[in-house]
Nanobody
């Protein structure tokens, strides 16, 4: 059974940094692709950063150069390092995972519809 548990959300001032973690149980990083999404109440969920099993990484334009996604296979944990935070980064951040349909499959990692499993989210608040 797949379970994703996010942590690390907090309130910070603009320009600050946070590191989010997603503890993933029931997931083998070699068989799954994963991503971080965020959502502001009243708005659609937005793909922030995604990573494929071969290490291919994608970022939303809004976070390129500021956010870094990574994973620790030994700890089965996905991370999102967020630097130079802006008030517009304020959102609930979600971890997501999906199993590859086959070796031929190339996911669009920042598309919400790709994902089967979701965490409950962690709140990030950035004040100006």
């Amino acid at each position: 059974q797949v379970q994703l548990v996010e942590s690390g959300g907090d309130s910070v001032q603009a320009g600050g940094s946070l590191k989010l973690s997603c503890a993933a149980s029931g997931v083998s990083f070699g068989d799954y692709f994963m991503a971080w999404f965020r959502q502001v109440p009243g708005k659609e969920r937005e793909g922030v950063a995604g990573i494929e099993s071969d290490g291919t990484i994608s970022y939303a334009d809004s976070v390129k150069g500021r956010f870094t996604i990574s994973q620790d296979n030994a700890k089965n944990t996905l991370y999102l390092q967020m630097n130079s935070l802006k008030p517009e980064d304020t959102a609930i951040y979600y971890c997501a995972a999906a199993k590859y349909a086959g070796s031929w499959y190339t996911p669009v990692v920042l598309h919400e519809q790709e994902y089967t499993y979701w965490g409950r989210g962690t709140q990030v608040t950035v004040s100006s």
